[in-house]
């Protein structure tokens, strides 16, 4: 949990650039391709992970409206990324202007559940996260390129002149 709202941005700024650094290695053309009939496509989580900033912002009224509502999935990652940066950047503007260090422990109302404000942050975060991964395993399995985010990926290993582990 977050004790201080500086300690947020500093771990949402770093999520943020992992996040685009995700984005920043599918092409348009797998935008909608799924491995399999039951998978969300990279370009649905992408949205997805963009869609909540707005979403969630919105319902403990951070954000006045929820900008990305009912849009459709955009055709390339480009805008993807930009509109993702551009709310993620409002998060920030937002929080710094109407929420204190104090209000992080107050209560508010989220999805029918009371959460302490600074749950509800890390909910986003780890949400962020979570579907960050997923993307990075339908990204193996369209044969595409995996950017390290906590360490080099299997293709970064040879950078450093070392083997990938199995």
């Known amino acids: 949990m977050f004790r201080k709202l500086e300690d947020f941005f500093e771990a949402w700024k770093a999520d943020e650039e992992f996040t685009l650094k995700i984005f920043s290695k599918i092409s348009n053309e797998k935008i909608n391709e799924k491995p399999y009939e039951n998978i969300r496509s990279l370009g649905r989580i992408a949205w997805h ?20 509502e009912g849009k459709p999935i955009p ?75 906590y360490g080099p990926s299997k293709e970064e290993w040879s950078k450093y002149g070392m083997e990938a582990h199995e």
Not at 49 to 67: A, S
């Open 75 to 149: 055709n390339s990652f480009t805008e993807i990324g930009d509109l993702f940066k551009k709310y993620s950047g409002e998060l920030v503007d937002l929080l710094k202007e109407k929420w204190t260090d104090e209000d992080l422990q107050t209560d508010i109302e989220l999805y029918g559940q009371t959460f302490k404000r600074n749950e509800v942050l890390s909910m986003l975060l780890n949400h962020q996260i979570h579907h960050r991964g997923q993307m990075t395993i339908v990204m193996r399995l369209l044969n595409i390129e995996v950017p390290g985010i």
């Open 49 to 68: 992970i963009t869609q909540t900033v707005t979403e969630m912002m919105n319902k403990v009224e951070l954000f006045e409206e929820d900008h990305l």
